[in-house]
T-cell receptor, first 115, second 112 residues
Framework: DAGVTQSPTHLIKTRGQQVTLRCSPK?????VSWYQQALGQGPQFIFQ???????QRGNFPDRFSGHQFPNYSSELNVNALLLGDSALYLC??????????????FGPGTRLTVL | GEDVEQSLFLSVREGDSSVINCTYT??????LYWYKQEPGAGLQLLTY?????DMKQDQRLTVLLNKKDKHLSLRIADTQTGDSAIYFC????????????FGAGTQVVVTP
């Protein structure tokens, strides 16, 4: 049973460019969340997708956008890249049930470097 | 800045117990989590505790929650070299399930 997968593993971009990161959730999961983890810090919540809609959003500018596809996979897009966008981007998937608790499974992340 | 605070570093000898501490500020937190991150890897959920509990034990792991002081701790018994990693405390609230608020992480180094 494949866990959460992300692509690419590493990415180098220059300031002002745009980037798209991809995530496939764990089999059976329908919710995808994205986090940004800067070096030496804890992950920061970017947004969450469920039923192809953005359900929650953290304190990130509109340059960060996303999409969820009918097969539950997701993309994170970042426009007009800044040096400060350099980070590990983590995708987490979970399953919506009647219970509140939804364990989130994290992928290995995409390391983005902005030069 | 984070609302969840952790000490940054812990050194422990193999076979001893490790205790990692965390404080959180949101009294409406519903679930509190401990995640482990090894170099180059994503986050692995170790254990979690519901906010109406005081303690949870899971094999070598014991979580203690003091709601009055908003203090959470993770005790690892018989610490092994494979336990060397960064440990993150995280909280979520009932009105925003799935949105985890993480601390900055505690680096645990286990020495032989």
């Amino acid at each position: 049973d494949a866990g959460v997968t992300q692509s690419p593993t590493h990415l180098i971009k220059t300031r002002g460019q745009q980037v798209t990161l991809r995530c496939s959730p764990k089999s059976g999961h329908d919710t995808v969340s994205w986090y940004q983890q800067a070096l030496g810090q804890g992950p920061q919540f970017i947004f969450q997708y469920y039923e192809e809609e953005e359900r929650q959003r953290g304190n990130f500018p509109d340059r960060f956008s996303g999409h969820q596809f009918p097969n539950y996979s997701s993309e994170l897009n970042v426009n007009a890249l800044l040096l400060g966008d350099s980070a590990l981007y983590l995708c987490a998937s979970s399953l919506v049930t009647g219970d509140f608790y939804h364990e989130q499974f994290f992928g290995p992340g995409t390391r983005l470097t902005v030069l | 800045g984070e609302d969840v605070e952790q000490s940054l570093f812990l050194s422990v000898r193999e076979g001893d117990s490790s205790v990692i501490n965390c404080t959180y500020t949101d009294s409406s937190s519903t679930y509190l989590y401990w995640y482990k991150q090894e170099p180059g890897a994503g986050l692995q959920l170790l254990t979690y505790i519901f906010s109406n509990m005081d303690m949870k034990q899971d094999q070598r792991l014991t979580v203690l929650l003091n709601k009055k002081d908003k203090h959470l701790s993770l005790r690892i018994a018989d610490t092994q070299t494979g336990d060397s990693a960064i440990y993150f405390c995280a909280e979520s609230m009932a009105d925003s399930w799935g949105k985890l608020q993480f601390g900055a992480g505690t680096q645990v180094v286990v020495t032989p």
